[in-house]
T-cell receptor
Framework: SQQGEEDPQALSIQEGENATMNCSYK?????LQWYRQNSGRGLVHLIL?????REKHSGRLRVTLDTSKKSSSLLITASRAADTASYFC??????????FGAGTTVTVRA | EPEVTQTPSHQVTQMGQEVILRCVPI?????FYWYRQILGQKVEFLVS????????KSEIFDDQFSVERPDGSNFTLKIRSTKLEDSAMYFC??????????FGPGTRLTVL
């Protein structure tokens, strides 16, 4: 089945640095969404990018989408300790059902 | 900003017992979902619900599971006879149409 798969699995950076994570998927999509999850907590929606969009920004977040390569990237600029979390990409399937990847765990060191 | 709410936040039950997890989706949303996340694993789709009926379900969603929208606001997931492997975080989500899917904070289900 269609899945988003994130890379890397884990990322450790210094506060102030940028964090980049990638997501690959298998079949065509309508849109791709990125979510953040703090340990043991709920999923917080970060950004949605549609299949006809190539790049989107929201605050310190930048998302790209390359449908020819079936991949997306999430860049967090000027990271903060509060950005420490797991980040998931999710691709939509029928009836907007989402298929999640395993996530990238980001640790921002103070 | 409107949000999806879920109750309870944590449910502890004995194996074989029935549990009902409750959700209040965002009021003008049309599609409703349940997902689960076993500890340390990825979020998995369970079921989608539209126009008062199940539109799609995964192989996880067997006869022990059922969903209901008993009134205009609540959306429930029932597990008839819980198993140890049902222990997970259960998330409700809703979407208006082709847009951002909003998730609730989750219910942590622990089956003993």
């Amino acid at each position: 089945s269609q899945q988003g798969e994130e890379d890397p699995q884990a990322l450790s950076i210094q506060e102030g640095e940028n964090a980049t994570m990638n997501c690959s998927y298998k079949t065509s999509i309508n849109n791709l969404q990125w979510y953040r999850q703090n340990s043991g907590r709920g999923l917080v929606h970060l950004i949605l990018i549609r299949s006809n969009e190539r790049e989107k920004h929201s605050g310190r977040l930048r998302v790209t989408l390359d449908t020819s390569k079936k991949s997306s990237s999430l860049l967090i600029t000027a990271s903060r300790a509060a950005d420490t979390a797991s980040y998931f990409c999710a691709t939509d399937e029928s009836d907007y059902k989402l298929s999640f990847g395993a996530g990238t765990t980001v640790t921002v060191r103070a | 900003e409107p949000e999806v709410t879920q109750t309870p936040s944590h449910q502890v039950t004995q194996m074989g017992q029935e549990v009902i997890l409750r959700c209040v989706p965002i009021s003008n949303h049309l599609y409703f979902y349940w997902y689960r996340q076993i500890l340390g694993q990825k979020v998995e789709f369970l079921v989608s619900f539209y126009n008062n009926e199940i539109s799609e379900k995964s192989e996880i969603f067997d006869d022990q599971f059922s969903v209901e929208r008993p009134d205009g606001s609540n959306f429930t997931l029932k597990i008839r006879s819980t198993k140890l492997e049902d222990s997970a975080m259960y998330f409700c989500a809703s979407v208006r149409m082709g847009d951002t899917q909003y998730f609730g904070p989750g219910t942590r289900l622990t089956v003993l």
